[in-house]
């Protein structure tokens, strides 16, 4: 807001003074060139803070700017969490589970931590969770592998 503020003041004083030197210069060429002038002067200052604005982040280092925009690095990874996220929300669907929590281990591998009410085997899990990560990633689905840790009523735990 102080920066507004000032800029404010500063196109009062441009205008104030762009129509004490056209009051001041007599009538002819010289005034109409100094009205031009006082116009492109109040037009720059009006601009400047735009202006300051792009260059300003243009400057901004990546890390610095919302989620790493222009890092890929950064935006992978929010792209990762949120396929897992939705991978999680469809696991949950599935009658029977409580939680699920689905971890990246390495490119198509996966570890999943799933409580369940009652028994189910970890076999048909690592199948529906491979399912819901093919949707979520896009990837086929024989090519994603799958550890789960079923806590809950199934025993034991397989890699699908």
Not at 20 to 44: C, N, T
Not at 55 to 69: C, D, I, S, V
Request: aromatic share 6%.
């Amino acid at each position: 807001m102080a920066l507004i503020g000032q800029w404010v003041k500063s196109l009062i004083i441009i205008v104030l003074l762009g129509n004490l030197v056209q009051f001041l210069l007599p009538k002819g060429d010289l005034k109409r060139y100094a009205g031009l002038i006082v116009g492109l002067v109040l037009l720059l200052a009006m601009i400047s803070p735009v202006w300051g604005l792009i260059h300003r982040l243009e400057n901004t280092p990546a890390q610095m700017t919302g989620m790493g925009l222009g890092n890929s690095g950064n935006f992978q990874t929010v792209v990762q969490q949120e396929q897992l996220g939705q991978a999680e929300a469809m696991v949950l669907d599935y009658p029977q589970v409580v939680s699920c929590h689905v971890s990246y281990i390495s490119p198509g591998h996966y570890e999943a931590y799933v409580k369940t009410r009652s028994p189910i085997s970890s076999n048909t899990l690592s199948k529906y969770i491979q399912a819901a990560l093919a949707v979520t990633t896009g990837h086929n689905q024989n090519q994603i592998t799958v550890r789960v840790v079923v806590q809950g009523h199934s025993s034991g735990s397989k890699p699908g």
